[in-house]
């Protein structure tokens, strides 16, 4: 069982929806991370979260430590927002190192 | 955008040549690592560094070694190149430890074949 899961793999949408990424993680950590890949290849760190919910415009993320959870919502989506959004975690609570989920592709069309 | 600069963006390289990568960042951050993207896989780290010539490796470090001679640089050098470790790499910086909730910043990747 991969230690970080993400899903759907793969998303479109038209512009206006509202988007829902889903992270599952198996591992105890400390924070978990989203990140942004762009088209182009560039990564983008979006959010570290521990608990609750962080919003940053149009992006909210949310985490259940609990459930070993988090989603990355995008509210009024918009083609700019197509990428891939990945999530990752530490594995332990005492280390430098990150796993990371196989991203979700979104595609959104005008 | 944080000052992270790859070199070089593209390469492509026979089988058995040393390859060697470059991170150079103008942030003055203590931990840099290398990072290879294939396909069907998350990021995998090879390598990282938490100061001047403290290093060491990550999940996928076999085939790979790196140098830190200064806070500013981060080489990463096949030293023998095979076809598997044609790849993208990327380069990325904190400030502290990823523990300690310290965001990472991206190069933008060098894309790397082996032929």
């Known amino acids: 069982k991969n230690e970080v899961e993400q899903s759907p793999q793969n998303l479109t949408a038209q512009e206006g929806e509202f988007i829902t990424i889903n992270c599952s993680y198996s591992v105890g950590i400390s924070a978990l991370h989203w990140l942004q890949q762009h088209p182009g290849g560039g990564i983008v760190s979006l959010f570290m979260?521990?608990?609750g919910k962080k919003k940053h415009g149009r992006l909210i993320a949310t985490i259940n430590i609990q459930e070993k959870h988090s989603s990355l919502h995008i509210t009024a989506s918009h083609p700019r927002d197509s990428a891939v959004y990945i999530c990752?975690?530490?594995?332990?609570?005492?280390?430098?190192?990150?796993?990371f989920g196989t991203g979700t592709r979104l595609q959104v069309f005008p | 955008d944080a000052g992270i600069t790859q070199s070089p963006r593209h390469k492509v390289t026979e089988t058995g040549t040393p390859v060697t990568l470059r991170c150079h960042q103008t942030e003055n951050h203590r931990y840099m690592y290398w990072y290879r993207q294939d396909p069907g896989h998350g990021l995998r780290l090879i390598h990282y560094?938490?100061?001047?010539?403290?290093?060491d490796k990550g999940e996928v470090s076999d085939g790979y070694s790196v140098s830190r001679s200064k806070t500013e640089d981060f080489l990463l050098t096949l030293e023998s190149a095979t076809s598997s470790q044609t790849s993208v790499y990327f380069c990325?910086?904190?400030?502290?430890?990823?523990?300690?909730?310290?965001?990472?910043?991206f190069g933008n990747g060098t894309r790397l074949t082996v032929t």
């Open positions: 990752a975690v530490p594995p332990t609570y005492n280390t430098d190192k990150l796993i």
């Open positions: 979260l521990s608990s």
């Open positions: 560094s938490y100061g001047v010539k403290d290093t």
């Open positions: 990325a910086i904190s400030e502290r430890r990823i523990i300690g909730n310290s965001p990472l910043h």
